[in-house]
């Protein structure tokens, strides 16, 4: 890795100042596993690293009658298995339960998790002009592109947001709380997260000198993810889908579902909703909200399997959410 | 007289753990990756980023000002052609891996990139001749010619069902966990090399160092006391181990040398794919009348096949075949010798075929297995004599084991309402597995006056467990137990040994270490029987001690301490040609049955493999403990190869995209099945080896257990969600 | 060496038959098969110093110019 200087401010105030207004120059450094990984590989070549891990108050998790809220420093294996996540946000603790394998879960934070830059093959390998990386563009589009998008529309590159947490955050309506040179401001997760189209801009909407806080969950809905995996272990999924409503005289409201790994950013499934709302929930009309999932979709020359299992995540994470019985587990 | 094995066995076939088992837990065991010498550099290898360039500028002046760095040595200079993305071009040694990588950076290259094929299916459609050159010829298909045996089509003609169809499986790499590399060391004064080598041939790689550097091979040490996995990709000191040393002797310190996970997935070898056209025909009683295939894949830049011709059809005996393969010479990292080369890939083309025919014929595969066996021919411990009784009595085994009676139902049906599908399937594979070494194999007991022994060779232990073998068939000609043997193995000096490879160390090993403990301990006896009163021929060894005939025991240590000021030393070989002369301390050739038992969601494709029944004969089995480790670690890397593995090229940068853990899947500890293994245990025919046949029909049971699930089969391995959907999808639903 | 005579060789030539058999590597079943990859000793690579394939058949021939008799 390109060599740099390595520094552990106490406060934000003082990781604030030592940002850039500009991507590439200086770097965030919270549990490391994304960022080690782009050092290496020369992807990310910051001449400053600044640790977070010094700063108090940037972890843990707090829970009040109306949400949880979580700071950015959290590890992923301490959110997996909080038991208040793990009450009220069982979407939340399943997906951070199946991030990488528990090497990962103990080093990876909440903000590293959002924050992530993506896994394209093509955007992490410092030999091939990636269009994310100055090239004249996307060489997943005509290459090979069996784990991107299938939701492809007006995206100039095509890879998917590699973050399982962002679907379920975004389906609670969470709200992350971030602070730059100008002081605090809130984001909502819906609008968290941007496709990027070149060298200089990222996966998510902060500027290069802001950081995340926290996040905060509102509680009291169903919610659930499920995953479709080729491996169960140490696997990133093929496709992911989130599902959040109030069950009220057995028929869903307020219902949100978010699917991840099917597009540059995690995307709100706004048809399938729509299809669920006011609906008992059951086989019929959770595979009907699967049906509409997949309206719009435009699937690469290798993603095309997904649709498939767009369907089948979000009929199941309804299910789950809803605390059905889980048809395909008999 | 003859020396065989003793006919009452206290250790050898029995469970016992390695004896350096707790070393490796603990992390005590040093790995060649562990060793780090007094004033040690670092070294890293330029590669070509290009699949096919040649080199027109190579400047680096300026990295070998860079800070810290010590030597550099130019191993493709301007104007060579390099023929893969990955490549050797330039090394340079520094003081830390940071500064040779810095270094190794400002060097300044100039290519012209020239065209690249790295599909196999892009050869068929237009071939570049991008290959490396044999004389003038730069083909990329070399097409093979065509092999037959009786009448192909009279046999699909008297068939009552005939099957026609496509399967395959994709490049896999070997993935040994610790990559290939080596530290060199030369000495100040006296042009000593000290190698510490990743390496399956111990002896052979010092050999080849001597070689490459004209020194005596005696002045060459090679030091593997463990390594992490080979699988036949280790063979030597291979480049970058040649430019290690080179680097040491210019910068006059050790150098450390290996390669990254990128470097080691790309350029460290792999196994040779293979896609065909299948057709087999076959009688309603099971017989198959008739079996072609014609098949291609790809040894990258190589030029070996992918499957082994002469074993097609695999393991049946069918009187009418024809075969033929084509190899397609990619611009891609060249295929490598990976456990039971061509094994895997005839296994495939054969046995799906296998389950597919008995589907059309409407009758449990099984029926077909057994018909085509084949026939043994004589008496005796040889292969050929007891091939169909292993077989079936394998299948009888693996059968009770898996549950199939109950189990199997017809591919598709009778399988219940859910989404999950089981099913079950099986496959049949064989190997060789015999003595090797000309010389023969050394082994040196030594006995010393205090009690102890020492057991020396210079094979190595690629965590096979050989250094618990010459343990345990020592200390049961001693008497002892296998943790009082102190086994001194990996080291070029301790005598002559063959590497490791077809499965061949074990039965050259154990049978040199039984000749070398009981000369060892004959000569014992021949020292300390006049101090006891006794003829040596009196003399026998019981657990802990020396017995006399006239009923007086001796223990162990005090019997030793009558060898006075000496040592006692007993030598014993083992080779191919000792294995002809004195049958039956080894043998060769083996039998396996493997059974797989799968659940398919059939709404997402994916594949949960559930249960797999292992079933292995290995001739005499020394320590059954490690048999059984064998297999579970060859039938693992059969569930990833069905499942998992694949290289993925990309045809518009030449490059491989998924050259590490992530995109390359390794099974991790969910994904892994529960392993029943059986032993069949035949001391009768002495040893042989078991590293590799473990490995070969995983996959193709896989296979036919998924098609035994969704009744539609899934043709080409790695068996993805996307594949299994595309045939259910195929199938139109259930 | 076998019956037909000596057949000269290109020292420099190895594979892993020869690695494993030593002189006997025309009896590894992997060699019969064809399923080896050959390596110049010389380069380490499957090329050799005149950038073409080494391999039995090119690596026996006297005349080719990086050729060296045992």
Known sequence: MKNFTYYRPTTVEQAVALLDNKWGPVELLAGGTDLHDLQKEYIAQPDKVVSLNGIRGLSGIKA???AITIGANTKLADIAENSAVRKHLPGLAEAASQVGGPQIRNMGTLGGNLCQRNRCWYFRDEHVPCLLR????????????????????????VMVHPSTLAPVLIALAAKATVQGPKGKREIELSRFFQAPAKADEREHVLAANEIVLSVSIPIGSKNASYEVRHKQSYDWPLVQAAAAFDLKGGKASNVRIVLGHVAPVPLLAGDAAKALEGQPVNEETAAEA???????????SQTGYKLQLVQVAVKRAILTAAGAKKYWQV | MATTWPKQRRLIGTDIPRIDGADKATGHAKYSYDINRPGMLHAQILRSPHAHAKIKKLDYSKAAKMPGVKAVHVIADVGTELFYAGDEIFALAADTEEHCLDALRAVEIEFEVLPFLVKEEDVYKKDLMTAPPRGKDRKNLLPGSEQTKGDVE??????????????GVNVC???????????????????????WASTQAVYRTAQALAKEFGIPQENVTCITHHMGGGYGSKFGPDIQGIVCAHL?????RPVKLMLNRADEVTCGGNRPSAFGKVKIGGKKDGTITAYTVDCYGTPGIGASRSVNLAYLPYVYEVENYSRKQDILRLNAGSARAMRAPGHPQNCFLTDSAVDDLAAKLGIDPTIIRRKNLPKSEGQGIDWDAVKNKIYNDEIDIALKLSDWKKK??????????????????????????GAQGNPPNECTVFIHRDGSVTARSSTQDLGTGQRTVTAIVVAEILGLEPREIN??????????????GGSTTCPSQAPAALKAATAARDALFAKIAPKLGVKKEDLEIQKGFIVAKNGKKTPWKKACSLIGMDTIKGEGGWSSVLALEEPGLSNRQVGGVQVAEVEVDTETGVVYCKHIVAVQDCGMIVNKLCCESQVAGGVIMGVNYALFEERIMDRQTGRQVNPDMEFYKLGGIQDIPRITVHMYDMPERGVIGIGEPPTISTAAAIGNAIFNAIGVRVPIAPFTPERVLAALAKKGGN | MNSEGYKPRCIHLSCKSMVVYGDDFENDPDFEAGLVDFQCTKTMKAQGPDGEDACLESCSNPNRSCFQEF
């Open chain 1, 64 to 66: 009040s009658g109306s």
């Open chain 1, 134 to 157: 100055g090239g004249e563009k996307c060489l997943a589009i005509n290459g090979e592109n069996r784990y991107h998008a299938c939701f492809t529309d007006s995206y100039a590159c």
């Open chain 1, 290 to 300: 699967g049906k509409a999932a997949i309206k719009g979709a435009k699937p690469l």
């Open chain 2, 154 to 167: 009279q046999g699909f003609q008297q068939a009552d069902a005939v099957v026609e169809a496509f399967y």
């Open chain 2, 173 to 195: 790499t070997h993935q040994c966990l610790e990559s290939h590399g080596l530290v060199a060391e030369w000495s100040d004064n006296d042009g000593r090399l000290t190698v």
């Open chain 2, 248 to 252: 040491a002797k210019k910068a006059k």
């Open chain 2, 408 to 433: 199997w139902h017809p591919p598709g049906k009778d399988n219940g309402k859910g989404v999950m599908k089981y099913g079950i399937g099986m496959a049949l594979h064989t190997w060789g597995g």
């Open chain 2, 487 to 500: 086994v001194k193995i990996g080291e070029s000096e301790y005598g002559y040994s063959t590497g490791s």
